[in-house]
């Protein structure tokens, strides 16, 4: 099993970038794929990007692909999202997610997650 917690949500003005950060604790957090997702206020959740198990194959979605960058370090056992050139329609609360399965894009196909880290984007 793995536990995961986001860190790294805040206020910050369009334009200006933040790095959220997702801690996980159990042992098979290397054999995990990991995804960060978002969920504006009444909308459905969404996958933001999305990591392999080993760091070489990673998806970012059309809305923020060259904006943001998802990343891990299973060292120690985290995985980064790198969001630069923010804007007002990124705000949502932003989650984390580890899948045991294979490769998964859908919110359903995640089988951890985090509570949240609010983003909220000022113009």
């Known amino acids: 099993q793995v536990q995961v917690a986001e860190s790294g949500g805040g206020l910050v003005q369009a334009g200006g970038s933040l790095r959220l950060s997702c801690a996980a604790s159990?042992?098979?957090?290397?054999?995990?794929?990991m995804g960060w997702f978002r969920q504006a206020g009444g909308k459905e959740r969404i996958v933001v990007a999305v990591i392999n198990w080993s760091g070489r194959t990673t998806y970012t979605a059309g809305s923020v692909e060259g904006r943001f960058t998802i990343s891990r370090d299973n060292a120690k056992n985290t995985v980064y999202l790198q969001m630069d050139s923010l804007t007002p329609e990124d705000t949502a609360v932003y989650y984390c997610?580890?899948?045991?399965?294979?490769?998964?894009?859908?919110?359903?196909?995640?089988?951890?997650w985090g509570q949240g880290t609010q983003v909220t984007v000022s113009s």
């Open positions: 159990g042992r098979a957090f290397n054999n995990h794929n």
């Open positions: 997610a580890a899948a045991r399965g294979g490769w998964a894009l859908l919110a359903s196909d995640y089988d951890y």
